[in-house]
Nanobody, 123 residues
Framework: QVQFVESGGGLAQPGGSLRLSCAAS???????????MAWYRQVPGKQRELVAT???????NYGDSVKGRFTISRVNAENTVYLQMDSLKPEDTAVYYC??????????????WGQGTQVIVSP
């Protein structure tokens, strides 16, 4: 069973930066390298939002709200995906999750969700 552990969240000021990490377990490195991976975020009372996707060959997609500010990357040898968040805004406040995305680009993930990591952007 594939499991994800997200970390790196915390409190940041507007305009600041944070780097999130997502470690995948229960999967070999060779299989992980074939997965697309994505970061999502969710605010209480709202639907989960797909933030950024990285495909197995390294190409990326971003949601309009984070384009130009966030960068997704991966290190397949470490079964890890990162999300570098720059120029943070208060509206980036959310719990951030990672997962293997579905092919339809929806806000659903292929595996069970981890506990997420809380990001708070506030003066």
């Amino acid at each position: 069973q594939v499991q994800f552990v997200e970390s790196g969240g915390g409190l940041a000021q507007p305009g600041g930066s944070l780097r999130l990490s997502c470690a995948a377990s229960g999967i070999s490195g060779s299989i992980f390298s074939m997965y697309a991976m994505a970061w999502y975020r969710q605010v209480p009372g709202k639907q989960r939002e797909l933030v950024a996707t990285i495909f197995n060959r390294g190409s990326t997609n971003y949601g309009d709200s984070v384009k130009g500010r966030f960068t997704i990357s991966r290190v397949n040898a470490e079964n890890t995906v990162y999300l570098q968040m720059d120029s943070l805004k208060p509206e980036d406040t959310a719990v951030y999750y990672c997962n293997q995305p579905l092919a339809d680009g929806s806000n659903k993930g292929y595996h069970s969700w981890g506990q997420g990591t809380q990001v708070i952007v506030s003066p």
